[in-house]
């Protein structure tokens, strides 16, 4: 089960990766508001937001959280993809051996969540909610992702086998 539990993160990992990967350099300003973060900027949140909660809740792993004086703060727009792409891969990675380690020593979260599967779950439907609101950006801004774009690096990820 915890086998399946991990891959799930890392699927969703690769949907944010190649979402970011889809969008062009010249969008990552676009806002779905005036008072809305743009793409940058949610990207960089999600980041963040990863290694708070794992600096909160497993607080004996070593976690370097990003501060206003760092590049890479909660909603520092972060344009540059690859290192946004760096970024996430490190972070996912993070949360991925903070869920492994709790659960592995039957430990509980130290601050939020009963369960280290909460945790996971939360962060998943964080980025989902954060996915919609960066796709509905882009679709706002007269520059959608088309539906046979969106499928392959999205869908598929989630839905397709990886074993027999």
């Known amino acids: 089960m915890l086998d399946a539990l991990l891959d799930?993160?890392?699927?969703?990992?690769?949907?944010?990766?190649?979402?970011?990967?889809?969008?062009?350099?010249?969008?990552?300003?676009?806002?779905?508001?005036?008072d809305s973060p743009s793409i940058a900027e949610m990207f960089?949140?999600?980041?963040?937001?990863?290694?708070?909660?794992?600096?909160?809740?497993?607080?004996?792993?070593?976690?370097?959280?990003?501060?206003?004086?760092?590049?890479?703060?909660?909603?520092?727009?972060?344009?540059?993809?690859?290192?946004?792409?760096?970024?996430?891969?490190?972070?996912?990675?993070?949360?991925?051996?903070?869920?492994?380690?709790?659960?592995?020593?039957?430990r509980a979260m130290d601050v939020h969540y009963d369960h280290p599967i909460l945790f996971l779950q939360h962060m998943i439907w964080h980025e989902g909610y954060h996915h919609g609101q960066i796709k509905l950006a882009l679709k706002l801004a007269g520059r959608p992702i088309a539906n046979a774009a969106a499928g392959p690096i999205s869908w598929r990820v989630w839905m397709n086998k990886t074993g027999p």
Do not use: C, K
Request: no cysteine; hydrophobic share 45%; proline share 2%.
């Open 8 to 34: 799930s993160w890392d699927r969703n990992n690769r949907i944010l990766v190649n979402l970011l990967g889809a969008i062009s350099q010249d969008a990552m300003d676009i806002r779905a508001a005036a």
């Open 44 to 106: 960089s949140h999600m980041h963040y937001v990863r290694l708070v909660f794992v600096a909160e809740d497993a607080s004996d792993l070593s976690v370097n959280v990003p501060t206003a004086e760092q590049p890479g703060d909660e909603w520092a727009a972060e344009r540059d993809r690859d290192r946004l792409t760096g970024m996430l891969n490190e972070s996912a990675r993070v949360v991925r051996a903070a869920v492994a380690d709790r659960l592995s020593a039957g």
